[in-house]
């Protein structure tokens, strides 16, 4: 697969670059993209949530009646949970969701994820460049230029540059990595790739 590679005015070069078939001509596997995002989103989960139950909640253990002769249920403590302020039953638990999901996997899902954008027409290759200074409005101007501007997109930089990262990071619907912090769920989440044009071998070196 050729695609033809632009300038940050959105204007073809008359250079193309081959992208690998191993890579961007495979056929997609839906499952293992979504075990991988399923994985990401589970490791983004702070799991601090916690409700006290019955044995953790400080109230009087007294007899709050007799047992008999008042013509309702028995009640014992005021921890239990039909009691206002009692412990709450089967709460949630502090807990890490967490789960092993093996390296090739991983790199499948990856390739899926790049694949189905390489052949939905949704991957855009860009030209080395850089910014002197971070400046958002000569980000805008780039994706203006592409006409990617109401639309969310993932820039994939070779590696990360500090101007351009700072230049985009304060825009809406648009995240930028570099190649070693690419993930599944970024591909997928967004609607358009921009990668640069040395980021692409990067891309295919680490996935092959």
Same mark, same amino acid.
């Given at each position: 697969?050729? %695609?033809?590679?632009?300038?940050?005015?959105?204007?073809?070069?008359?250079?193309?670059?081959? %992208?690998?078939?191993?890579?961007?001509?495979?056929? &997609?596997?839906?499952?293992?993209?979504?075990?991988?995002?399923?994985? @990401? %989103?589970?490791? /983004? +989960?702070?799991?601090?949530?916690?409700? =006290?139950? #019955?044995?953790?909640?400080? +109230?009087?253990?007294?007899?709050?009646?007799?047992?008999?002769?008042? *013509?309702?249920?028995?009640?014992? $403590?005021?921890?239990?949970?039909?009691?206002?302020?009692?412990?709450?039953?089967?709460?949630?638990?502090? +807990?890490?969701?967490?789960? =092993?999901?093996? =390296?090739?996997?991983?790199?499948?899902?990856?390739?899926?994820?790049?694949?189905?954008?390489?052949?939905?027409?949704?991957?855009?290759? !860009?030209?080395? @460049?850089?910014?002197?200074? &971070? #400046?958002?409005?000569?980000?805008?101007?780039? !994706?203006?230029? @592409?006409? @990617?501007?109401?639309? =969310?997109?993932?820039?994939?930089?070779?590696?990360?540059?500090?101007?351009?990262?700072? $230049? *985009? +990071?304060?825009?809406?619907?648009?995240?930028?990595?570099?190649?070693? $912090?690419?993930?599944?769920?970024?591909?997928?989440?967004?609607? /358009?790739?921009?990668? %640069?044009? $040395?980021?692409?071998?990067?891309?295919?070196?680490?996935?092959?």
């Amino acid at each position: 697969m050729e %695609l033809s590679i632009y300038n940050i005015k959105g204007k073809e070069t008359g250079n193309k670059i081959s %992208l690998s078939d191993e890579i961007f001509g495979q056929t &997609p596997n839906e499952h293992v993209v979504w075990l991988d995002v399923k994985h @990401f %989103l589970a490791n /983004q +989960r702070q799991g601090t949530h916690k409700a =006290k139950e #019955k044995a953790e909640v400080s +109230r009087t253990t007294k007899k709050l009646k007799k047992q008999k002769g008042t *013509g309702g249920a028995r009640a014992g $403590s005021m921890k239990s949970p039909l009691m206002k302020g009692g412990g709450r039953v089967f709460g949630p638990r502090v +807990r890490d969701y967490d789960f =092993k999901l093996n =390296k090739k996997v991983k790199v499948l899902a990856r390739k899926s994820a790049l694949a189905d954008k390489a052949q939905n027409g949704k991957i855009s290759i !860009l030209e080395n @460049f850089s910014f002197d200074a &971070p #400046k958002t409005k000569s980000y805008l101007d780039i !994706l203006s230029a @592409f006409e @990617f501007s109401d639309r =969310k997109t993932l820039m994939i930089l070779p590696a990360i540059d500090k101007n351009i990262v700072l $230049s *985009g +990071r304060n825009i809406p619907k648009n995240r930028v990595v570099s190649v070693d $912090s690419l993930n599944t769920y970024d591909v997928v989440n967004a609607d /358009q790739l921009i990668i %640069l044009e $040395s980021a692409v071998e990067k891309i295919q070196s680490s996935l092959s």
